[in-house]
C-alpha cells in the first residue's frame, strides 16, 4: 500500500514571494489534514478536509495560507506571500473517516523563507 | 497555551533497559491519547493509543500508561533497541466532541530518544 506522498521535499523562497505544496493521500482515506511543524515544536493542524469539504481551518492563517482539494483525492496549499516564520515542515496526514485518530503522514515539505 | 506538553526534550538511554517517555495534558476534555515516533526526514508514524477509559494499553514492547486525575501519560519502551531512537511526539484528541474536533490531534513538543549500543 502507497503511503502519503508529498512534493516538493524541500522548498526555499525568499519572504514575499508565493509557495504551493502537493500531498496525494493514502487511497480510499476521505480525510486529508495539514499540519505546520516549526522546529522544536510538534506538528499543528492547520486545516483538515473531508473528501472535498473543509471540515476545520480554524488555525489557518487565511490572509496568506489557501488550501483547495477539489476532487476529494490530491490537496495543494499555498501561501502568498510568504514570510519567514513561515519556515516550517508542512506535513500532509490522511486517514480513514471512521478511525480520524489514527492519521498517516507524508514525509513532509521543509519550507525556508530566507 | 500549550495543551500538550512534553517537558523532557532528550532522553538517552542504554540498549536493553527501560526507556520512560512522560507526557502532560491540561484540557480535561481530552479522551483519547496517541504517541507516534518519527526518524529524521521522514513523517510521524503511529505507535500505540490508548481511550481514557483504561489505564494501561500494551503493544509488544510498547506499554502506554494513562493517569487521568495527574492528566498525566507515559510510554515504557522494554527492552529498549537502537532502532528505537527517534523523536517520540504525544498528541490528545477530544473522540467524542464529533463535528469538526474529531479528528483534530494536538500534539506534544517531542522528545528525542536516543538508545546507545
Known amino acids: 500500500e502507497a503511503g502519503v506522498a508529498q512534493s516538493p521535499r524541500y522548498k526555499i523562497i525568499e519572504k514575499r514571494q508565493s509557495v504551493a505544496f502537493w500531498c496525494n493521500p493514502i487511497s480510499g482515506h476521505a480525510t486529508l489534514y495539514w499540519y505546520q511543524q516549526i522546529l522544536g515544536q510538534g506538528p499543528k493542524l492547520l486545516i483538515q478536509?473531508?473528501?472535498?469539504?473543509?471540515?476545520?481551518d480554524s488555525q489557518l492563517p487565511k490572509d496568506r495560507f489557501s488550501a483547495e482539494r477539489l476532487k476529494g483525492v490530491d490537496s495543494t496549499l499555498k501561501i502568498q506571500p510568504a514570510k519567514l516564520e513561515d519556515s516550517a515542515v508542512y506535513l500532509c496526514?490522511?486517514?480513514?473517516?471512521?478511525?480520524?485518530?489514527?492519521?498517516?503522514f507524508g514525509a513532509g515539505t521543509r519550507l525556508s523563507v530566507l | 497555551d500549550q495543551q500538550v506538553k512534553q517537558n523532557s526534550p532528550s532522553l538517552s538511554v542504554q540498549e536493553g533497559r527501560i526507556s520512560i517517555l512522560n507526557c502532560d495534558y491540561t484540557?480535561?476534555?481530552?479522551?483519547?491519547f496517541l504517541w507516534y515516533k518519527k526518524y529524521p526526514a521522514e513523517g510521524p508514524t503511529f505507535l500505540i493509543s490508548?481511550?481514557?477509559?483504561?489505564d494501561k494499553n500494551e503493544d509488544g514492547r510498547f506499554t502506554v500508561f494513562l493517569n487521568k486525575s495527574a492528566k498525566h501519560l507515559s510510554l515504557h519502551i522494554v527492552p529498549s533497541q537502537p532502532g528505537d531512537s527517534a523523536v517520540y511526539f504525544c498528541?490528545?484528541?477530544?473522540?467524542?466532541?464529533?463535528?469538526?474536533?474529531?479528528?483534530?490531534?494536538?500534539f506534544g513538543q517531542g522528545t528525542i530518544l536516543t538508545v546507545h549500543p
Open positions: 490508548i481511550s481514557s477509559i483504561k
Open positions: 484540557n480535561s476534555m481530552f479522551d483519547y
Open positions: 498528541a490528545a484528541n477530544d473522540a467524542n466532541a464529533g463535528g469538526t474536533s474529531y479528528g483534530k490531534l494536538t
Open positions: 478536509f473531508q473528501n472535498n469539504g473543509v471540515v476545520d
Open positions: 496526514a490522511s486517514s480513514l473517516v471512521e478511525a480520524k485518530n489514527i492519521q498517516y
